[in-house]
């Protein structure tokens, strides 16, 4: 089997099997077709034929490549990718060893999540404030953005039966999988005054869609709609540079941890399917503790 067609059936299985979402099969195909294309360039059209020493010099055909530069994190996600597909080929024994199982990525540093404080989040709220549909729209889509900890693709994602009667939210994560997460009231006031002064306007702009979030057209808000959202409220509050599209997740995950919350609930919350993802948050509230301490402290400098 050559390379490409066996990247289609990967992707097929990745897609169909494990029910990745389409965000992640999309990513696994360019890493893949990065993979193929180098392979192709040095003429490995059997797959039988690529060794451990063509994985590593692969990655640092990566890590040299003047063209396009790849970050370490970049780099090691590329690697994973190429690691599932060479062992989806040992289990459909298409080949006879695992060339990838050995692979070692670039060491990473550590990278702290962005977030910003309690003072910023409320000034880019507010900054949603207004009576018009395109404003409540936003003040709710932001609201519920910083109360659930939500990726934004999982907030635009979400239908109106999704938003529960006893102030909670079915969201729905990575893999599909479901988790229950608290409305605060703030967030719960915004949603509904977008439900019933709002939401209708919008949906009779387009085709009926239990989408929760519209657009203008009365179409679902996609996932650049809503990065051009907080980009535009970010401005208005004098936060241009500081805000990504997960920076309110961030700061949720952070925000709790520094009031109190268990690593393991925020876990839950934020859809982690391992606790050391979760844990990572626990270093800037470290950070912070450092920086007040040495602020304050007498003894401390």
Known sequence: MIARAAVDSYLRHVAIERGLSANTVAAYRRDLVIYAGWLAGHELTDLRAITSLHVSEFVRFLS???ESPLTAASIARILSTVRGFHR??????????????ESKPPRLGTR???AISIEQVTALLDATDGDDVQALRDKALLELLYATGARVSEAVNLNVDDVLETDVVRL??????????PVGSFARKAIDAYLVRARPMLSGRGKATPALFLGLRGQR???????????????RAGLDGH?????????????????GADVRVVQELLGHSSVATTQIYTLVT???LRDMYTTAHPRAR
Request: aromatic letters at 4%.
């Open 221 to 235: 808000v996609s996932r650049q709609n809503a990065w051009l959202i907080i980009r535009a409220a970010a401005e």
């Open 243 to 259: 805000v990504s599209p997960h920076t309110l997740r961030h700061s949720f995950a952070t925000h709790l941890l520094a009031g």
């Open 112 to 114: 702290l999540p962005k």
């Open 88 to 101: 989806f080929l040992l289990e459909e024994g298409t080949v006879e060893t695992d060339v990838a199982h």
């Open 172 to 181: 729905t994560g990575k893999g599909d999988k479901q988790r229950i997460v």
């Open 64 to 66: 040299l490549r003047e």
């Open 286 to 288: 470290v950070d912070t």
